[in-house]
């Protein structure tokens, strides 16, 4: 069952963001999740990760400006990302490690 992601769009260098990732199925609160993103002609690449007890991970590109969180009760993960670079513009996806699920992505713009 194929994960979606929202909350993508055009935003000014500085501004801030809140992706949100909703994960169909009963499973979702024993589950760990990723971002990744992918800019225009780059490889895709990792930017976080939260386990099923909320323990979290983040690129060193983005550590100090993103939080990633979940809400078990909504199956739903989220990507709080703040201070944002021109460089973060990407299309963001969501994976869930069960299955090695990929949701849609959702694009993010970062005007400078």
């Not at 400006?65 to 201070?83: E, G, P």
Request: one cysteine or more; proline letters at 3%.
């Amino acid at each position: 069952v194929q994960l979606q992601a929202s909350g993508g769009g055009l935003v000014q260098a500085g501004g801030s963001l809140r992706l949100s990732c909703v994960a169909p199925g009963s499973t979702f609160r024993y589950d760990g999740m990723d971002w990744y993103r992918q800019a225009p002609g780059k490889q895709r690449e990792w930017v976080a990760s939260i386990s099923d007890i909320s323990n979290t991970k983040y690129s060193e590109s983005v550590k100090g400006r993103f939080t990633i969180s979940r809400d078990n009760a909504k199956n739903t993960m989220y990507l709080q990302m703040n201070s944002l670079k021109p460089e973060d513009t990407a299309v963001y996806y969501c994976h869930r490690l069960r299955g090695d699920t990929w949701g849609k992505g959702t694009l993010v713009t970062v005007s400078s």
